[in-house]
């Protein structure tokens, strides 16, 4: 019985030595061999690398490389984009890539994802970056996830072969879903989530309480360009215009079906 509590002793001192010795700041050799640690530490308080550090760690292995080259950007989608392209039609100028804008007034993602409009254009214009902005007309939906989860997914499908982001809808109230199915089935690093800087009292509209004044379809696609360069799964580079540029932002419009 003596015999088991010392060695019941035995183990609580050894393991003490080497809980006090993964906190030390000092490494032990015997014989000029070195004793290496367990995690103790690690286990007890976590991981003491600064989070900073951290944080650097995985920006560097998750942000793919940018692209530098000259771009053929599709730009399409509801009429939010009445404004807004003229900011696109800006930063495409100041570096270099091309636009083609088309709009379509009215449209939802089912209009979208029940026919082959966005196909159509890809394989008309063959864009290098497609943006898609789309959602303004589905935020109050009853039931949406029932009623667009199939578009939304059909409209990722025909866009999953190329470099793509979805601007999300500027909201101007707290929508019924339609965020989060694009953010589903998008996911984080293509979709723009546009409520974060649109729902808020300083974004002027106009009387309709819905489109963007000119100031702020401005202020929102200089964000969605910072997004692009530095979270979007696709980065390009989009500099910000050191001034408004005159020409034409090559646009066709559909009308509502």
Partial sequence: MKKTWQFILMIFITGGVLTLYSFVDYQAHIGGIEIKKASIEEFIIGDTTPVSARLV????????????????ILLIGDSMLEQLRWRVRDYCVENGHDIK???WYSSQSMWFGKG???????????????????????????????????YVKRIVKQMDTMPFIWV???NWKDDTGINNLILRYCGKSKYYPSYKI??????????????????????????????????????IILNKPI???????????????
């Fill in 243 to 257: 001034k408004k540029y005159k020409g034409s932002t090559n646009t066709t419009i559909l009308q509502p079906m």
């Fill in 116 to 150: 082959d409009t966005l196909r159509y254009y890809i394989n008309d214009y063959k864009p290098t970056y497609v943006i898609l902005v789309l959602g303004a007309n589905e935020l109050f939906v009853s039931d949406i996830k029932k009623k667009r989860a199939d």
């Fill in 168 to 170: 999300g809808p500027p």
């Fill in 198 to 235: 649109t729902q808020n009292s300083g974004f002027a509209r106009y009387g309709d309480g819905a489109h963007p004044k000119p100031q702020a379809a401005f202020r929102w696609m200089d964000s969605v360009a910072v997004w692009i360069m530095d979270e979007s799964n696709f980065p």
């Fill in 101 to 103: 804008t088309v709009m």
């Fill in 57 to 72: 760690v995985l920006h560097k292995q998750e942000q793919p490389e940018m692209d530098s080259s000259s771009q053929r």
